[in-house]
C-alpha cells in the first residue's frame, strides 16, 4: 500500500508567510510616499513655480543640471528593482514547497518544480554554509555550521533536484521526514556503484534522523 503524499517541512510557516507580506506592504507604502512627493516636486518644477519667487527646487534643470525626465527614468529604474526584488521575497516565501509522492521528491521554487525518482536517481547528500544576517546590519555573517542537501539526478536527463535538509527555522527536518526519504531511496534496485552511494545516503538520512548530535551541527 502505498504512503499518501507527505509535504515536507521546508516550506515558510504561517507567521513566517504573515510577516514577510507585512515587510512587503510597508516597503510599498514607503515607495509610494518617495515617489508622490518626487512627483510633487517634478510637477512645480515643470509648471514654472521656481521661477514665480519660490525657492529653486533640487530636481529643477537649470540647478541639477539633468533634465526632469532623466531623473523620472532613474526613479522608475530604481522603483522597479525594489518592487522587483519585494516581488521574488514574497513568492518565493509563499511558492516554496516540497512533497514525498511515494517514492518521488518534488520540489517547487519560484521559477518552476523539479521532479525526482529517488528509487532509481543517483542520490548523495550535500552541504553548504550556514549564514545568518549580521546583528549590526553588515550583510551575511557565518554561523560555523552546514546546511546539508539531498540531492538527486535523473539518469537518463541529467537533471538535479536539491532538497534543503533545514525548515525555514534553520533547523533540520522531522525525524519522520528524514526516514521517509532514506526509505524512498532504498527502495530501488541500482548498478553496484550506485547502490552503494544510495546505501551510504540512506545512512546519513536515517543518522540526521535518529542522532541528537547529529540534529544538533
Known sequence: MLNPPMRLSVNASTGQKVTVSVIGLLFLGVLGGIAGVAALALRRTESGFAADGFAPSPFDPDVSGFPSTAI?????????????????????????????????????????????????????????????????????????RRVPHLMAEDPLSGRKVRLRLHSMARTLLPPHELNALAEAVESGSRADAEASQAARTATMLRRLADDPIARLL
Open 72 to 144: 523620472k527614468g532613474l526613479f522608475a529604474v530604481a522603483a522597479v528593482l525594489i518592487v522587483g526584488c519585494l516581488v521574488t521575497m514574497v513568492l518565493g516565501t509563499y511558492r516554496r514547497q516540497a512533497v514525498l509522492d511515494g517514492t518521488v521528491l518534488e520540489v517547487r521554487g519560484l521559477l518552476g518544480t523539479r521532479r525526482a525518482d529517488l528509487a532509481t536517481s543517483r542520490v548523495w547528500i550535500d552541504s553548504e554554509p550556514e549564514y545568518v544576517r549580521s546583528p549590526h546590519g553588515e550583510g551575511n555573517i557565518p554561523t560555523g
